[in-house]
């Protein structure tokens, strides 16, 4: 059984800084895509930034040039980098994976392994 276990979120002022980690129970480079989502009250799962096993990566439009995904295979953990947080980044951010996706860019549905969710909280 897959376990993705996130860490890192909490409260922050907009602009400020936050971190993301997704400790993966087994090697990334084992998933072809990894990502990160993001829910808010009463919203749609979205997806934020997702990662393929050769490290192509998609941004959302609305993260584009402020958050940075990365992942490290070696210590199997996904990463979420935030910077310039607005206060409409606040959600309950999610790390999902995915073993025999082609295209990384899908919605939420798409993706069978997912965290608990960790909630990230920006004030204006």
């Known amino acids: 059984q897959v376990q993705l276990v996130e860490s890192g979120g909490g409260s922050v002022q907009a602009g400020g800084s936050l971190s993301l980690s997704c400790a993966a129970s087994e090697y990334t480079s084992n998933f072809r895509c990894m990502g990160w989502f993001r829910q808010a009250p009463e919203n749609q799962r979205e997806r934020v930034a997702v990662?393929?096993?050769?490290?192509?990566?998609t941004y959302a439009d609305s993260v584009k040039g402020r958050f940075t995904i990365s992942k490290d295979n070696a210590k199997s953990t996904l990463y979420l980098q935030m910077n310039s947080l607005k206060p409409e980044d606040t959600a309950m951010y999610y790390c999902?994976?995915?073993?025999?996706?082609?295209?990384?860019?899908?919605?939420?549905?798409?993706?069978?392994?997912w965290g608990q969710g960790i909630q990230v909280t920006v004030s204006s």
């Open positions: 990662i393929d096993r050769n490290g192509k990566i």
């Open positions: 999902a994976a995915d073993r025999t996706l082609f295209n990384c860019a899908v919605g939420p549905g798409g993706y069978v392994y």
